[in-house]
C-alpha cells in the first residue's frame, strides 16, 4: 500500500477489501475492510490535524505514512492509518470489519453476535482486543498488520458523507466516506440494502 505518495482519498478507496490481521498473546484476527473515512489534514474542518493542531494525543497523525493513528473516543479505541509523509496530518479512519478468523473470540470480547461485533470503527478494534498503547507503531512492524496480496475486491463502492460530523461547514457534507456496497458489516447500515457478504466481492 502506497501510504506516502497517493493522494489521501485513493489510499481509503483502494484499503476497501484489504485484510486486516491482529495478533494478540493467544489469538490470531482478521477480517477485511469494509467501510473507511478519509481526513484531510490542515483544511479539513473535521480533522484532528486541521489548521496544524498539534497535541500530545494526536503526534502520531504527523508522523510517516503506515503508522497507526489510535484515539479514544467515548471510551471506545478508533484506528486511523497515516497516508502521507511526515508532517502531513492525513488519515484514513477505519471504520468497519467483514471478520474472518477469530469470530468466537470476537463474539466473547464483544459480548455480540452476527453483523454488531465488527460493524463500526469502536467495534472491531475490541472484537480484535486491540490495545490503546497501539497508538504510534508502524503498520505491520507490530501485532497489526494488513495484507494486500490475500485480499478482496468490492463489487461497487459507495462514496457518502462521513459519519458524525456536524457543524464543520462545508467538510460535513463532503463525501469522504467509502463502503463497499451492500455489505452488512458496514455501519448504519438498513437491513433492507445488505446483501450476503460473499455477494458484495468480485
Not at 490470531?28 to 467501510?35: C, D, F, L, Q
Not at 477505519?94 to 465488527?118: C, L, V, Y
Not at 460535513?172 to 440494502?193: E, F, I, Q
Request: hydrophobic share 30%; aromatic share 10%; proline share 5%.
Amino acid at each position: 500500500m502506497n501510504f506516502i505518495s497517493q493522494p489521501t482519498i485513493e489510499t481509503a478507496k483502494a484499503l476497501l477489501g484489504v485484510k486486516v490481521i491482529y495478533k494478540d498473546e493467544f489469538k490470531t484476527y482478521t477480517g477485511y475492510i469494509v467501510e473507511t473515512e478519509a481526513y484531510l489534514g490542515f483544511n479539513d474542518q473535521a480533522a484532528h490535524g486541521f489548521g496544524g493542531k498539534q497535541t500530545p494525543k494526536v503526534t502520531s497523525l504527523y508522523k510517516n505514512g503506515g503508522t497507526i493513528y489510535g484515539h479514544v473516543m467515548h471510551t471506545h479505541l478508533l484506528i486511523n492509518f497515516v497516508t502521507r509523509s511526515e508532517g502531513v496530518p492525513e488519515g484514513v479512519l477505519i471504520r468497519a470489519i467483514e471478520p474472518e478468523d477469530g469470530i468466537n473470540a470476537m463474539q466473547r470480547n464483544r459480548n455480540k453476535t452476527g453483523f454488531e461485533i465488527t460493524n463500526g470503527p469502536g467495534k472491531w478494534t475490541k472484537a480484535f482486543n486491540i490495545p490503546r498503547a497501539i497508538d504510534g507503531s508502524t503498520l505491520n512492524d507490530c501485532r497489526l498488520s494488513i495484507d494486500e496480496k490475500n485480499r478482496k475486491y468490492p463489487i461497487e463502492i459507495v462514496e457518502s458523507t462521513r459519519i458524525g460530523i456536524p457543524n464543520k461547514g462545508e467538510w460535513t457534507a463532503k463525501p469522504l466516506r467509502y463502503t463497499v456496497k451492500g455489505n452488512p458489516y458496514v455501519s448504519h447500515m438498513r437491513k433492507s440494502d445488505c446483501v450476503q457478504p460473499g455477494d458484495t466481492w468480485k
